[in-house]
Nanobody, 120 residues
Framework: QVRLVVSGGGSVHAGGSLRLSCAASGFTFSNYCMGWFRQAPGKERERVADINSGDSTSYADSVKGRFTISRDNAKNTLYLQMNSLKPDDTAMYYC??????????????WGQGTQVTVSS
């Protein structure tokens, strides 16, 4: 079955960097859109970034220019490089597998999440 294991969260000061990883198994990783999402306490889950099977990427306006999504199909791993972190980036971060090769906004499988905390 599909398994997504997220790692790399932690606590940093504002301006710092973190890299999240999402190790995928149970499906043909290279064929699918993959995405990163986050949810802060009391807020709705929001899409952070996604990447389709052809490596085209899309970002939320709030993270453009600071975050980079990438994938290594040989390692079945999705990454999120987060630079210039702000306290507003504090949230639980999740990776998700899309239903299709293109990113349609439909994600069927989710990882367990990792906490990112940014202090001012």
């Amino acid at each position: 079955q599909v398994r997504l294991v997220v790692s790399g969260g932690g606590s940093v000061h504002a301006g710092g960097s973190l890299r999240l990883s999402c190790a995928a198994s149970g499906f043909t990783f290279s064929n699918y859109c993959m995405g990163w999402f986050r949810q802060a306490p009391g807020k709705e889950r929001e899409r952070v970034a996604d990447i389709n099977s052809g490596d085209s990427t899309s970002y939320a306006d709030s993270v453009k220019g600071r975050f980079t999504i990438s994938r290594d199909n040989a390692k079945n791993t999705l990454y999120l490089q987060m630079n210039s972190l702000k306290p507003d980036d504090t949230a639980m971060y999740y990776c998700a597998a899309g239903r299709y090769s293109r990113c349609s906004g439909i994600f069927d499988d989710w990882g367990q999440g990792t906490q990112v905390t940014v202090s001012s």
